[in-house]
């Protein structure tokens, strides 16, 4: 019998601390346990200590996810000297706060979407990350989705000229969690707390996908926002998504619904939707680009295929082809299994956090930057102002 | 050897006179021919004549349509006395004045849509209808997606409840035929003849179904028209959409694409999308309908399929079903093959002979009527506006 | 006003004489009837008589499908001078006696598949065949399915060497008509008129579509017949598909479901399966052909769609081209609607037709021929031969 | 800052060793790693041990996969008393020698299938289970499809009623992997190693996938293997599936494709298919289930799909439901994410150690059993049998 040290003792380790426990937190925490047994990194992620106000609770997830120390305050995380990297999974109110302390005391950042509940505190975040990246601070906005193989092939096939010149973009994320009208008041429905409804929760993912895969920003907006079912039973316990209700009614403050017009600036059109109303579609973001030499489909429910059509084939034999994203000649997927062999949910958190330890270790900016955080900050800003107003916004730039 | 007279000399005939005869000329003689063959009717039409501007060419058109004789004007077909209906199926520039003139000659009317070029001319056109339909003449528009039997369903399981309150609907009507920048004009191209261009020949047939599936009318919108690519080569003869490209360019004076958003009379969102350059999709009319009970999706690239999402089922079992609408309990397809074996493109017309004929026997007024085709055009209008504007517009009613 | 002769005057007629009016009679009514319409014929095709023992009936029938006169028995039909093309429609118990009478009365003929009830039926007609060809008499069996745009693109593209060496062909054709107990008997539940169930009836078309695609012959096979439900309520009267339940049962003396293992020519492996019990299943045709360069899938329930995967292609974008087979490139569609509007089931029956027509006027012999028809008899005799033995059968060539 | 014991100190241990630490091991360890992290588990398992013959590789994968310590035999790894189960991921010919000896040791066993190279071994290692079993000692077949919680949906429909009596079952393994015939020879191709090709590797799963959702066994087969390229290049190393070809060549000893017809006890009827010679399929496991009452369709590249058709639902909204398997009331899913965000290959892999573990906390004995493999393994001797006679065989009970 040999002991195997976990490490080989090659790479110096990067030590994480992560703010908040619930569904983000168990998605980061399965991408920190697992990047470093497909991939290889040049730095090996630590899970040191994760915080949170209740105590007991706090440290049954470290428990349970896996976490070597815990915190009762993202303070105290962050006056730590043996976490390298904040990781925060809160919701968006308490996210400039956090950041801004954590760039400041010189912690790398990773910070969930949306970045922020106000184009004030995202700008606020960026400025400091603009300072931190100065001493060799990196940060990075928690947009996943960029890291599906299907997105990252669709990224490349445009960057590659594949779709030719971009006329049109039209993107939707559809869920129906709270279609039903007893469904109970959530903290993601409390603009207090979220900041903004399904326009920034799921609304923000399909701004940065479209921007991200074609290479281009939307620089004009006329939006719509809609509060189908203003109130709601209250949850009946402390409880998330799936908390029943309890006595008494509460208001929604936020939208249920939103969709909007674009344009972008190389002149295409764009059409958005988000919705929690969609009946029967769970988590379906479906993004499609029309082109002058091509065409690319996506729907997340599908999430290891992409959706190709050629433009310069013959017409006799031209099609959309269903690209199963499972070669190791796509994006991440070498690290994975055999073609075929499809990967999930939570592996574009993993592919996050490789990204990251490897931007780190090589003193490079991971991307998406705050700015391009920030970026989407504005884009949902003058959707809802544009709604407010029944008029077209510009995005600032 | 006993001779069948071509009809058992029971009913009557219903003897009808086609104006133009290209694309639409085709289908609409398919209909009148195949719906006896299929359908019990109360007449029995008659492909009685013909009429075009050029005299070989429309005698050509006669021989291979298989109508009775020509007429080279539209006056003199409608100044005929065996002549009870006048199917119009030229470009929309010309619909008002024929269409009129039909209805005061007493004449039942199946006029193409795009019903008319402008509002104006459509309200004189519903005037006229109103006012022979005291006499007992009918009309009637063509928007004959309604008659796909996939759609005549989603109407009825929307009708029957099964959708409940309306939250959503999605609609795109995508083409990809001048995506090529070399593709030359053609009429439909050109805003005198064709009046508008995506919004008027293809955004027409997608909020004339979203409304009528939903038994909902837009009530405002805010759009956006654009022209993609804004000069072409000239045809190289009078040729249509095959045209090859002669000498010399000229410009493309209508929208290439056109997207809208959109609020429905009982309160639910719509957004609305008709392009002519969504590389690969080629004739892709998709409508989505979001209800607190339900979802409905259909895709006329597979027009014999709806699928159905039934929020009221246990969720372990529910998911959206895949109905192929070929059973004899759904509309229209009773009358055709056994179930599996699906129809096509052209069934849709005959489906709208078949009910026209019948409501002319029975007396009562079709669907859908000049009223339903004004208000379709008034949206159509208030798009454009919208667009020309930057604003929120407001469907008169 | 100028009288329109139903034909220009330069082609002549092919006089067609149809026997029998049921289902397959409505269908070919329609091919006769709309072939001249939209594809140019060198001849012209009328529907001169159509026979049937009950006068009364075939009476109805003749004016419901539009033919010119009647006749109460074959002979009859056969016997007449004016008749071109006798086109059969019958059960199969009936084809070799008028195949044959027709062919010696120098008739041409299309005979609807299943060909005949016994392999000694089907050589007798096939040697009456080919001494009728020698006096320029034509002869083609309906598989209808080979006209359908997608399987004759497949058929181009294994020919043109995009599928490489075959591999591999699976087929099956599922159907549920009967999948309930209480569904009537009807005569294509007998053997004596029908000769074979599922086997003869629906795998008789998979045989041809994966031989006629491949262009490779089946030559052994080892196989299984089964009848599910042998007992049935004897039909309330003399109904077909659709009829409801009488008094009484009746035995099912023909299969209801067949699968077989195969060897092809070439040494690639077949296998198949025709059912009347899947569930679910309406006319689902699936054919799936594998080789060393490429691969291609077809479903009769999307019959306008052909899957191709080019294995020739880069692995990073190489996948399964969704080929909606509706362009002018494609076989048989120039002649029907633009890009994206589909066609259905009767279609195949009128590029038959076509077909038909431009051979008998060419002076060429149509295929599939009646030897063609021969050899898939061959095979459906060997598959039943080896389920009654537990053997491989060999095919004779 | 307080320290988190890794574990709460509740669950005593269940300390794991794995043999092999290949492509198989490399997904076992991400199961063990991941299961506690996901699933309460009244054991916590401990990687404590992996054993490989030679000493590097073997630390390097340790290192990688997280495994505590290394062995360089099984032998040793056996007699470790610090080893409570036993994790086989060799390749099939070391199968029985490995897991008699563990089990006469008396520690848990989880064998990788298939089982054993032969049916004697499978015997053996059957008999020494059930030996073991007296004692306590727990053992099971890696089927790990079985835990896909779409097939465990599948089989709770079936168990339900909701399919009826059983008619068919059509299942196919189809991958691509050697279609190209300069792919180099790996052990999979050698007879002596892996005992079988694609009937043993991937026809296996197909067999236990269709007896698991069927609750029925193979009764009688008649089969046909093949091997379609039977020389290759050897690789240039000792490398897997992705080795690169080296010099000379070497005979491909196993089937690259095989096929049968199968009776199942209820008198079902079925047709399976395995080959690693479908071009474009990657690792397409389809299997098809129809019953009196409803039919069952599945494919793994959409893994999170299940199919469903109720036949007991009305004709006009009847149709196959895409039953998206990841809400919290089907099997597995309530561990994971919420509502459409899907899993991949892996998790079925968490879910089967979740099982195991839990049945051996609980003292119940795990299922697939090793009976369960045994008589998998009959299946495929009988097919292999039966392609060489040319005969039906049946499976001995």
């Given at each position: 019998m040999t002991t195997a040290p976990d490490a080989p003792g090659v790479e110096p380790d990067l030590s994480v601390g992560m703010v908040g426990y619930a569904f983000m937190g168990a998605a980061h925490?399965?991408?920190w346990r697992t990047a470093p047994r497909f991939f290889d990194l040049p730095l090996r992620p630590r899970m040191t200590a994760v915080a949170g106000r209740d105590e007991a609770r706090v440290k049954a997830a470290a428990a349970r996810l896996g976490w070597d120390s815990t915190e009762t305050s993202w303070q105290s995380l962050i006056e730590r000297d043996d976490i390298d990297l904040v990781d925060v999974c809160t919701p968006g109110d308490t996210h400039a706060e956090i950041v801004i302390a954590a760039l400041e005391a010189g912690k790398h950042v990773l910070c969930e979407k949306p970045m922020a509940n106000t184009v004030d505190?995202?700008?606020?975040?960026?400025?400091?990350?603009?300072?931190?990246?100065?001493?060799?601070?990196?940060?990075?906005?928690?947009?996943?989705?960029?890291?599906?193989?299907?997105?990252?092939?669709?990224?490349?096939?445009?960057?590659?000229?594949?779709?030719?010149?971009?006329?049109?973009v039209r993107a939707q994320y559809l869920q129906d969690w709270i279609v039903d009208p007893e469904a109970p008041l959530s903290w993601r429905l409390d603009k207090d707390k979220a900041g903004s409804g399904a326009l920034g929760d799921i609304g923000a993912h399909i701004i940065d996908l479209a921007q991200?895969?074609?290479?281009?920003?939307?620089?004009?907006?006329?939006?719509?926002?809609?509060?189908?079912?203003?109130?709601?039973?209250?949850?009946?316990?402390?409880?998330g998504l799936s908390g029943?209700?309890?006595?008494?009614?509460?208001?929604?403050?936020?939208?249920?619904?939103?969709?909007?017009?674009?344009?972008?600036?190389?002149?295409?059109?764009?059409?958005?939707?988000?919705?929690?109303?969609?009946n029967g579609r769970k988590n379906a973001i479906r993004i499609?680009?029309?082109?002058?030499?091509?065409?690319?489909?996506?729907?997340?429910?599908?999430?290891?295929?992409?959706?190709?059509?050629?433009?310069?084939?013959?017409?006799?034999?031209?099609?959309?082809?269903?690209?199963?994203?499972?070669?190791?000649?796509?994006?991440?997927?070498?690290?994975?299994?055999?073609?075929?062999?499809?990967?999930?949910?939570?592996?574009?958190f993993i592919h996050q956090a490789v990204d990251l330890v490897r931007d780190i270790a090589a003193g490079t900016d991971p991307t998406p930057s705050f700015a391009d955080g920030l970026q989407v900050q504005r884009v949902l800003a003058a959707v809802e102002t544009s709604s407010d107003t029944d008029s077209w916004q510009e995005i600032p730039t």
């Amino acid at each position: 019998m040999t002991t195997a040290p976990d490490a080989p003792g090659v790479e110096p380790d990067l030590s994480v601390g992560m703010v908040g426990y619930a569904f983000m937190g168990a998605a980061h925490s399965q991408a920190w346990r697992t990047a470093p047994r497909f991939f290889d990194l040049p730095l090996r992620p630590r899970m040191t200590a994760v915080a949170g106000r209740d105590e007991a609770r706090v440290k049954a997830a470290a428990a349970r996810l896996g976490w070597d120390s815990t915190e009762t305050s993202w303070q105290s995380l962050i006056e730590r000297d043996d976490i390298d990297l904040v990781d925060v999974c809160t919701p968006g109110d308490t996210h400039a706060e956090i950041v801004i302390a954590a760039l400041e005391a010189g912690k790398h950042v990773l910070c969930e979407k949306p970045m922020a509940n106000t184009v004030d505190e995202a700008e606020a975040m960026t400025r400091a990350a603009e300072k931190a990246a100065l001493s060799g601070v990196r940060s990075m906005v928690g947009f996943t989705y960029r890291r599906v193989p299907a997105i990252a092939l669709a990224r490349r096939l445009v960057a590659d000229g594949r779709i030719g010149t971009l006329h049109h973009v039209r993107a939707q994320y559809l869920q129906d969690w709270i279609v039903d009208p007893e469904a109970p008041l959530s903290w993601r429905l409390d603009k207090d707390k979220a900041g903004s409804g399904a326009l920034g929760d799921i609304g923000a993912h399909i701004i940065d996908l479209a921007q991200f895969i074609t290479g281009e920003s939307i620089s004009r907006v006329s939006g719509r926002l809609c509060t189908i079912v203003d109130e709601r039973p209250l949850p009946s316990e402390h409880s998330g998504l799936s908390g029943k209700a309890g006595t008494g009614t509460g208001k929604v403050t936020v939208d249920d619904a939103a969709m909007f017009l674009a344009e972008l600036t190389g002149g295409a059109l764009g059409v958005f939707e988000a919705t929690r109303f969609a009946n029967g579609r769970k988590n379906a973001i479906r993004i499609e680009v029309n082109g002058s030499r091509g065409s690319l489909a996506f729907d997340f429910e599908d999430m290891n295929l992409l959706h190709f059509f050629d433009g310069t084939e013959d017409a006799g034999t031209a099609g959309f082809r269903r690209i199963m994203v499972t070669e190791e000649q796509h994006p991440y997927v070498g690290a994975w299994w055999p073609p075929g062999h499809i990967i999930g949910y939570e592996h574009s958190f993993i592919h996050q956090a490789v990204d990251l330890v490897r931007d780190i270790a090589a003193g490079t900016d991971p991307t998406p930057s705050f700015a391009d955080g920030l970026q989407v900050q504005r884009v949902l800003a003058a959707v809802e102002t544009s709604s407010d107003t029944d008029s077209w916004q510009e995005i600032p730039t």
